[in-house]
């Protein structure tokens, strides 16, 4: 998948979720950029974690929106976030044993953005109806 900008197709209809998942989008940009401009190896390494932990900031966020809400659907959408992450977390490791590769950069051109846009219009869309409906 060609790497995107956030645009109002990706609108979940939450303010506050919208720009969490422009954050996103924008630090998953930076690491594809980092990886295809053949940046340093700490650089890249500080871009992967960078996005990382901003996902399992925002993963919580969210997920505290759910509980909160009592949505019907949070144990399936939490063990999507946990997918994430774990991909997430074996690319570190990746990194840390072979440093940048093809194999790397085809996981975040490919799955990363496959799963993140997917998910937001999907599965994010879906929760975010529910929070709209409950206004
Ligand atoms: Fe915005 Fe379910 O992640």
Do not use: C
Request: overall charge negative; aromatic content about 10%; cysteine-free.
């Amino acid at each position: 998948m060609d790497r995107i900008e956030w645009d109002q197709s990706l609108s979940v209809g939450i303010e506050l979720i919208d720009e969490q998942h422009r954050m996103l989008i924008s630090r998953l940009d930076d690491l594809s950029k980092a990886l295809e401009q053949h940046q340093e190896g700490a650089l890249v390494l500080k871009t992967l974690d960078f996005l990382s932990k901003y996902t399992i900031f925002h993963f919580s966020e969210e997920e505290n929106k759910m509980k909160e809400s009592g949505y019907p659907h949070y144990e399936e959408h939490h063990r999507l976030h946990q997918e994430f992450i774990d991909k997430l977390k074996e690319m570190e490791r990746d990194f840390d044993e072979d440093g940048i590769t093809r194999a790397l950069g085809e996981s975040v051109n490919t799955f990363l953005w496959n799963w993140l846009v997917n998910h937001i219009r999907e599965v994010d869309t879906r929760f975010g109806s529910y929070l709209n409906s409950k206004k």
